[in-house]
């Protein structure tokens, strides 16, 4: 896959030479390449901002340099015909969902938004999809894209080292995950459940599951369908004391 971001801030972008993404990068099965808007600008002061028609506060992004940079792209691609991402706090939120959708695709843009916003023509021009990564004010942009590209690239064959572990992600299965343990066996006090220390794995199987239905059930019921648990996943939480009023 192919991304290409677009930015007033490249040097925010540095986080994805690091660790999976970058190993991804290194091995071929991710390319991103990241273009400074203001390289598109065409004025003296490379200027990416202007004031708002009808007034208020704060500054609007100009439509023209977004423009450019995506024929630049266009240009440096030929071949593919990418799906262009405005990062706005207005977009659909990105999901698990969303994400793996996403990575479908061959070639991705992504152009980050910052003060209030981008005009609205680039969006309307580039026929754009508005993506937002949740109900919380940030600065800009740049979190979001990063935010998005990471998602998106677990889901590309080869970059998380275990394929099954992509799968089982809690939210892929619409439930948290249970409680991790690593030695040693007891730590200022605290022991790992005894079950875990077994070697019973049906038994520690069924203790994972009840955890993470429990888990799920207090800390994020909107996970749940509405039809809530079955019987089973019920008679599991009642053999490890950890059933809770429906
Ligand atoms: C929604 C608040 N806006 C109304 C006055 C102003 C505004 C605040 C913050 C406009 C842009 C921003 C910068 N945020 C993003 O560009 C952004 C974002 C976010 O803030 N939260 C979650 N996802 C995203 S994606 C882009």
Same mark, same amino acid.
């Given at each position: ?11 925010? #972008?540095?986080?994805?030479?690091? =660790? ?30 202007? !004031?708002? %028609? ?11 340099? #977004?423009?450019?940079? *995506? ?9 593919? =015909? ?5 990062? !706005?706090?207005? @977009? /659909? ?11 479908? /695709? ?13 005009? /609205?023509?680039? @969006? ?11 109900? %919380? ?21 080869? *970059?998380? @080292?275990?394929?099954? =572990?992509?799968?089982?992600?809690? +939210? ?5 995950? %249970? ?7 007891? +730590? ?9 220390? !077994? ?27 509405? /039809? @809530?648990? !079955? ?8 053999? +490890? ?6």
């Amino acid at each position: 896959m192919r991304v290409d971001i677009v930015t007033i801030f490249p040097e925010a #972008f540095a986080p994805l030479d690091l =660790s999976i993404l970058g190993r991804a990068r290194e091995r071929g099965l991710l390319e991103i390449v990241v273009w400074d808007l203001r390289e598109f600008t065409t004025d003296r002061h490379r200027q990416v901002d202007d !004031s708002p %028609y009808g007034g208020g506060a704060g500054m609007v992004m100009k439509p023209e340099p #977004f423009l450019a940079a *995506v024929d630049a792209i266009r240009a440096a691609a030929p071949a593919t =015909s990418p799906r262009i991402i405005l990062t !706005s706090p207005q @977009g /659909e939120r990105l999901t698990h969902a969303l994400a793996r959708r996403l990575a479908g /695709e061959a070639h991705l843009v992504i152009l980050c938004g910052h003060y209030e916003g981008i005009d /609205e023509r680039v @969006g309307e021009g580039l026929a754009a999809e508005e993506i937002s990564i949740g109900d %919380y004010v940030l600065t800009g942009g740049e979190l979001p894209a990063m935010v998005i590209v990471d998602a998106v690239a677990r889901f590309i064959p080869g *970059v998380v @080292g275990d394929a099954q =572990s992509v799968e089982a992600d809690s +939210f892929a299965e619409g439930l948290l995950d %249970y409680p991790q343990y690593t030695r040693p066996a007891e +730590f200022r006090g605290m022991k790992v459940p005894e079950v875990l220390l !077994s070697g019973d794995h049906e038994t520690i199987r069924r203790w994972r599951r009840a955890q993470r239905l429990h888990r799920t059930l207090v800390r994020r019921p909107d996970l749940l369908r509405v /039809e @809530g648990l !079955s019987a089973e996943d019920r008679r599991l939480l009642q053999e +490890f004391g950890l059933d809770i009023e429906p």
